[in-house]
């Protein structure tokens, strides 16, 4: 199955000059949507993942999948002031200012192994910090995974050292 068919460009949405990968389009196709969790599962079986992260909001379409996937625990990266208990944050550079995403102090026990997934590596600011955030919390980076990569914008770079996964570049 040709999943790139699957996935829909909008020209200049959500401003002038970013061509956005829409993944609504795969998720709404039962047989697409399987194929890409299996397939990107795939690369993990025989790794060892306690607990899949998922990154606020589009992650979360594809990480608790995964983690149900690989017999792993789920655990929420969240936009500032969302999560009840108490939060560690990490910053990181916008285009335009910065950002901060939170996750639950005691959300990863020390030493427990986690795979981080989002629906698109771009520029790797957003995942970059929150291997930082999971690596702060005592948890050990086991990879970073996403749908779609965008090469052009070097993300892996800014993840040098790490294994990063994608299932479909563009
Ligand atoms: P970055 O920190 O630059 O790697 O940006 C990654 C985040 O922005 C991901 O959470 C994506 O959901 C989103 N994103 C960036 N560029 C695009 C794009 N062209 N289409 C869809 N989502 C994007």
Redesign the pocket.
Known sequence: MQLKQLIREIPDFPKPG?????ITTLLKDKRGFAETIEAMQAHYRNARVDVVVG?EA??YFFAPAMAHALHAGFVPVRKPKKLPHTVRSVEYELEYGTDRLEMHADAIEAGQSVLII??????????AAVARLVEQVGGTVAGLGFV?E?TF?K?RDRLAGRDVFSLLQY
């Open positions: 970013i061509n956005f990968y829409d990154i589009r992650g989002d629906d698109v590596l771009a520029t790797g600011g957003t995942a779609i965008l914008l993300g």
